[in-house]
T-cell receptor, first 115, second 113 residues
């Protein structure tokens, strides 16, 4: 079975500092995609970053970057220069070939940003 | 460009009533996914549809739940004879293809009294 695990229910970071959110996954597929979604209090799901498994280079989007360790099945999200608006639930998600595209989500990490 | 639209945003039903949740995907997207989010949980896949076809309904309860995506009009998730355990946020997402990013709607929060 395909699974996604986020072991940190809550994290806290000081404004302007850097924080890393952890995610591990399990799949027997060789072709898959990984995503980080942000869910602010409005509950709208917003895509933060995406990584294709066949790409060795870690994805980067402005202040957001990932550390993708394929052999270890690890996909962590690093947020640099944290801002108050980064406070939200963050969900790691897996999309693999056999899933017909549906996303398998972790339980989420609640990030607080302290001013 | 309009994103994914869902309505209503909030829906209150009494036990035994029917709930109808609507989703209009991004224009040009033919893949629609429904997810359910229970409090303090991540999203759980329910059903995947393409125009007029249910592709994968493995995450949807066999009874009381149904979904459709007609040739014209929005996708509908229908819950018959609702129970308190159906209270949750229901999200719709659309995508131009299977391996692309999914764009999510704002969700419908269903409360069953």
């Amino acid at each position: 079975a395909q699974t996604v695990t986020q072991s940190q229910p809550e994290m806290s970071v000081q404004e302007a500092e850097t924080v890393t959110l952890s995610c591990t996954y399990d799949t027997s597929e060789s072709d898959y995609y990984l995503f980080w979604y942000k869910q602010p209090p409005s509950r709208q799901m917003i895509l933060v970053i995406r990584q294709e498994a066949y790409k060795q280079q870690n994805a980067t989007e402005n202040r957001f970057s990932v550390n993708f360790q394929k052999a270890a099945k690890s996909f962590s999200l690093k947020i640099s220069d944290s801002q108050l608006g980064d406070a939200a639930m963050y969900f790691c998600a897996l999309n693999y070939g056999g899933s017909q595209g549906n996303l398998i989500f972790g339980k989420g990490t609640k990030l607080s940003v302290k001013p | 460009n309009a994103g994914v639209m869902q309505n209503p945003r909030h829906l209150v039903r009494r036990r035994g009533q029917e709930a109808r949740l609507r989703c209009s995907p991004v224009k040009g997207h033919s893949h629609v996914y429904w997810y359910r989010q229970l409090p303090e949980e991540g999203l759980k896949f329910m059903v995947y549809l393409q125009k007029e076809n249910i592709i994968d309904e493995s995450g949807m309860p066999k009874e009381r739940f149904s979904a459709e995506f007609p040739k014209e009009g929005p996708s509908i998730l229908r819950i018959q004879q609702v129970v308190r355990g159906d209270s949750a946020a229901y999200f719709c997402a659309s995508s131009p293809s299977v391996y692309n990013e999914q764009f999510f709607g704002p969700g419908t929060r269903l409360t069953v009294l």
